[in-house]
C-alpha cells in the first residue's frame, strides 16, 4: 500500500532517539512517515540523558565504540559503519546544535541542554513532513500474509503502513514511556526476547558498613568482579560511590551488567577494591612505614589521614581486626602487612542490583539473531524494523548507547523506504 501521492507509508513506534531518527531517516528517502508516542512529548529519556546534558555520541573511532558496547556490539557492525558517530555530531550541527568533546571523548551539545538536542530531531522532523502523535500509545502491530501491515492504538484506531520500525525503549525509566512494551509486541510476532536484566545499574551489599561511609566518593580506585572465588572483570582508574544501599558510581555501573548476569544465574559475586591500584604491595609497606614513623606518637587510628579518606579509616581497619585506638609504635609487622592487604584487597558482597526501573539501559530484548544487522529488518516478518534499547543491545556508558540508538534508527529508516519499493 502507499498514500495517496505514492509515497510508502512507515509507521514508527516510540519517540525516543532511536525512533526519531527513523523517523527523519525514512522520510528524507521519501517516506511518508507517522511517529506515534505514548507520551505527551518525544523525547523523555533522552532529555535526562548525560545528567541532563546529552552525551550524543562517543569520538572514539568505530571499533573503539563497539568494544564499549558488551550487550552484542558486533551486531551493530553494518549500522554503525553506515551511519557512524561523525554522522551524529553532524546531524545536531546541522539542525543548529553545535557540539564538543569532554574527557572520555564524550560528546555534548555545547549548550549541556539535553533539551537543545531533542527540540533539534522534533524540529528535523516536522521539517521532512513527518506526522507526530504523541499520547497516542500502540496496542499492536498488525500482519497480513506474514508481513507488517500496520498499528492498532490503544484507543482501537488503525493506521495502515508499508512497514512499521518498533522504537519503543527498554524497561528502565518507566516514568520516561519505557515500560516494556515492544517486547510484548516483538513476542506476539514470533520473536525471541532475551532475558530482561538491569545494566549500568547499582549494585546491592550484603556489608553493612557501606551505610557509614555513604556518600563518599573515591577516584583513582581498581575493582573487580570475584565470581565463586576467582577474579573475572575488572574497571580500572574511575571513581565509585558508596550509597545507604551498596555501591554506585562510573566504575560500578561499567560491571553491573556482568553482575547482574552472574548473579542470575546464581553465582556468589564480590566487589574486591584496591585502594592503592598505583602502589605494589611493597611500596604501599613503604609508605605506610613512613606514615606510621610520621605519626608514630599517635594512635592507629589518627596515623592513616594521610593514606585513606577519614569516613573510611574505620572500615579498613575494622577489615584488618585492627583497633582504631592500638598506639601506632605497638603495630606488628604481621598487623602492618594485613592493613596493606585490606587497603588493595577490599571485599563487599554483591547480593543484587537496584530495581530494573533504576537502571540506566536494558540488557537483553529482541534477539539481534532474528534481526538483519545491516537493514534492522526482521528476519521473521518482513516489513517490521527494529532500533534502540528494545533489541538485545547494550553498552557502557559514555555516548555509547546513544550512538548504538541513532545508527540503528537510521538504516531502519532508510531501509524501511529502500524496501518497500516504491521509494
Given at each position: 500500500m502507499s498514500g495517496t501521492d505514492g509515497k510508502p507509508e512507515i509507521v514508527v513506534i516510540g519517540g525516543g532517539p532511536g525512533g526519531m531518527m527513523a523517523a527523519a531517516a525514512a522520510a528524507e528517502q521519501g517516506g511518508a512517515v507517522t511517529l506515534?508516542?505514548?507520551?505527551?512529548?518525544?523525547?523523555?529519556?533522552?532529555?535526562?540523558?548525560g545528567k541532563g546534558r546529552c552525551?550524543?555520541?562517543?569520538?572514539?573511532?568505530?571499533?573503539?565504540?563497539?568494544?564499549?558496547?558488551?550487550?552484542?556490539?558486533?551486531?551493530?557492525?553494518?549500522?554503525?559503519?553506515?551511519?557512524?558517530?561523525?554522522?551524529?555530531?553532524?546531524?545536531?550541527?546541522?539542525?543548529?546544535?553545535?557540539?564538543?568533546?569532554?574527557?572520555?571523548?564524550?560528546?555534548?551539545?555545547?549548550?549541556d541542554k539535553a533539551q537543545d538536542c531533542v527540540d533539534a530531531m522534533v524540529a528535523r522532523m516536522h521539517e521532512l513532513g513527518v506526522t507526530l502523535l504523541c499520547g497516542k500509545p500502540v496496542r499492536d502491530i498488525?500482519?497480513?500474509?506474514?508481513?507488517?501491515?500496520?498499528?492498532?492504538?490503544?484507543?482501537?484506531?488503525?493506521?495502515?503502513?508499508?512497514?512499521?520500525?518498533?522504537?519503543?525503549?527498554?524497561?528502565?525509566y518507566p516514568g520516561t514511556g519505557s515500560t516494556g512494551d515492544g517486547y510484548r509486541?516483538?513476542?506476539?510476532?514470533?520473536?525471541?526476547?532475551?532475558?530482561?536484566?538491569?545494566?549500568?545499574?547499582?549494585?546491592?551489599?550484603?556489608?553493612d558498613w557501606v551505610k557509614?561511609?555513604?556518600?563518599?566518593?573515591?577516584?583513582?580506585?581498581?575493582?573487580?568482579?570475584?565470581?565463586?572465588?576467582?577474579?573475572?572483570?575488572?574497571?580500572?582508574?574511575?571513581?565509585?560511590?558508596?550509597?545507604?544501599?551498596?555501591?554506585?558510581?562510573?566504575?560500578?555501573?561499567?560491571?553491573?551488567?556482568?553482575?547482574a548476569r552472574l548473579l542470575d544465574e546464581g553465582h556468589f559475586v564480590e566487589l574486591e577494591i584496591d585502594l592503592k591500584?598505583?602502589?605494589?604491595?611493597?611500596?604501599?609497606?613503604?609508605?605506610?612505614?613512613?606514615?606510621?614513623?610520621?605519626?608514630?606518637?599517635?594512635?592507629?587510628?589518627n596515623a592513616l589521614v594521610d593514606l585513606l579518606p577519614h569516613k573510611?579509616?574505620?572500615?579498613?581497619?575494622?577489615?584488618?581486626?585492627?583497633?582504631?585506638?592500638t598506639p601506632v609504635n605497638q603495630v606488628t609487622a604481621e598487623e602492618r602487612h594485613r592493613l596493606g592487604d585490606v587497603l588493595k584487597h577490599l571485599c563487599l558482597t554483591i547480593v543484587g542490583t537496584r530495581p530494573i526501573a533504576e537502571a540506566i539501559v536494558t540488557a537483553g530484548g529482541v534477539s539481534g539473531k532474528e534481526i538483519?544487522?545491516?537493514?534492522?529488518?526482521?528476519?521473521?516478518?518482513?516489513?517490521?524494523?527494529?532500533?534502540?534499547?528494545?533489541?538485545?543491545?547494550?553498552?557502557?556508558?559514555?555516548?555509547?548507547n546513544l550512538q548504538a540508538a541513532f545508527s540503528m534508527g537510521h538504516a531502519a529508516g532508510q531501509w524501511s523506504v529502500w524496501n518497500s519499493g516504491k521509494s
Open positions: 506515534f508516542e505514548k507520551m505527551k512529548q518525544p523525547g523523555r529519556k533522552m532529555r535526562i540523558t552525551n550524543i555520541t562517543n569520538a572514539a573511532d568505530v571499533p573503539e565504540i563497539l568494544r564499549h558496547i558488551p550487550g552484542n556490539g558486533a551486531f551493530l557492525n553494518s549500522s554503525m559503519r553506515a551511519f557512524d558517530n561523525r554522522d551524529v555530531m553532524d546531524f545536531f550541527e546541522e539542525n543548529g546544535v553545535p557540539v564538543k568533546v569532554e574527557r572520555g571523548q564524550r560528546v555534548f551539545p555545547v549548550s498488525l500482519t497480513e500474509d506474514g508481513r507488517a501491515a500496520g498499528v492498532r492504538c490503544e484507543d482501537g484506531t488503525v493506521r495502515r503502513a508499508d512497514a512499521v520500525i518498533l522504537a519503543v525503549g527498554g524497561a528502565s509486541m516483538a513476542k506476539a510476532l514470533g520473536h525471541t526476547v532475551e532475558k530482561i536484566l538491569p545494566s549500568l545499574v547499582p549494585l546491592l551489599t550484603e556489608e557509614e561511609v555513604q556518600g563518599l566518593s573515591l577516584r583513582n580506585v581498581r575493582a573487580e568482579l570475584v565470581v565463586d572465588g576467582e577474579k573475572r572483570t575488572a574497571e580500572p582508574g574511575s571513581e565509585m560511590l558508596f550509597t545507604h544501599f551498596g555501591v554506585s558510581g562510573p566504575i560500578v555501573l561499567s560491571m553491573s551488567r556482568e553482575a591500584p598505583g602502589l605494589t604491595p611493597e611500596k604501599l609497606d613503604a609508605r605506610i612505614q613512613r606514615d606510621f614513623e610520621k605519626y608514630q606518637r599517635k594512635q592507629l587510628g573510611l579509616i574505620p572500615v579498613v581497619l575494622d577489615n584488618a581486626y585492627l583497633e582504631m585506638e538483519n544487522p545491516k537493514t534492522m529488518e526482521s528476519k521473521l516478518v518482513p516489513g517490521l524494523y527494529f532500533a534502540g534499547e528494545v533489541t538485545d543491545v547494550d553498552g557502557f556508558t559514555g555516548g555509547y
